[in-house]
């Protein structure tokens, strides 16, 4: 059986530089800057969702030692996957048509436009960007949206669709998200590099950790304990509700928050160099599932 393995990590969170800074007791308060980071001729008539898609995975890539100096993809685009996980990424495009309908008539719309309103469209812009043409998909799947990305990552590799795959969980600040979720909305994007640790040593590439379990399921307390059940040693960090919780630090992160959690944990698994983080997604009242990943140091079937 393939070991997969989390080899790049990236971060598009303002006032924040690497991913191990979503567990920082004190953020530096320094880094990613939207005001400048999503300006420039590669940014341009893209939405914002997909800009900040394309700056974590940038940062993932080179993380990963897959990017030459001139930003280049080094492998085989078709062997490389995208999988963006994102809830909330269209919703200002998907707004801004039905007013602009609503004021001029379908007549007003803008074609140049109409792509973005797609779900699918950060995948499509990432793909595009770096020549990646293996599978290209988005999972809009509520709280446990980037866990499953990840999980659904793990499995095209596994099934040979392809060798690695770019998981990417963004939700832009907008307007509208902030109207429906009720508070003040936050840029907050992370990105991982997946592939078999096979790959990854044929390359050269260090692992920051590998994807050790995972588990979706109605009842949150079985779906966690079946999933650190797993774990080759005790659990030394747990991103969840009620223990290091993101979304305390971030407000809601939607479909982000289980790559961020991904993206912090696989940076503390190398940091450390041992011991085993689990990352808790749903399971509240609210949610209609919940999901938990391992992540450790350690390979097993």
Known sequence: MKHI????????VPGLARPLDLLADEPPGT??????????????????????????ADAALRD??????????????????????????????ACE????????????????????????????????RYGLRGPNLTVCNGATSGLDAVHWACHLILAGRCRRAVVVGVEPASEPAGRLLGQEPRDVTAAV????????????ARAHAAVSAYARGADAARTVAATESR???????????????????????????????????????????????LAVAGGTAADDAAAALLLTTELRN
């Open 97 to 128: 048509f039905t007013d602009t309908i609503a004021r001029e008539g379908v007549t007003g719309l803008s074609p140049l436009g109409l792509p973005q309103t797609s779900s699918n469209v950060v995948a499509g812009w990432i793909a595009i």
């Open 31 to 56: 880094g990613f800057d939207p005001a400048t980071a999503l300006k420039g001729k590669e940014m341009r008539g893209k939405d914002r969702a997909s800009r900040l898609g394309l700056c974590a």
């Open 193 to 204: 590099v997946l592939e078999s640790a096979a790959d990854a040593t044929g390359r050269g």
């Open 64 to 93: 990963a030692g897959l990017l030459a100096d001139d930003g280049t993809y080094r492998e085989a685009g078709e062997t490389t996957a995208v999988v963006v996980s994102s809830n909330l990424g269209t919703l200002e495009t």
């Open 231 to 277: 774990a080759p040693v005790p659990v030394q960090l747990r991103l969840a509700t009620g223990h290091l919780d993101l979304t305390a630090r971030l407000g809601d992160c939607s479909g982000a928050l289980g790559v961020l959690q991904c993206a912090a944990g696989a940076d503390h698994v190398r940091s450390h160099g041992t011991g085993a983080v």
């Open 5 to 12: 393995v989390v080899t790049g990590t990236g971060l598009a």
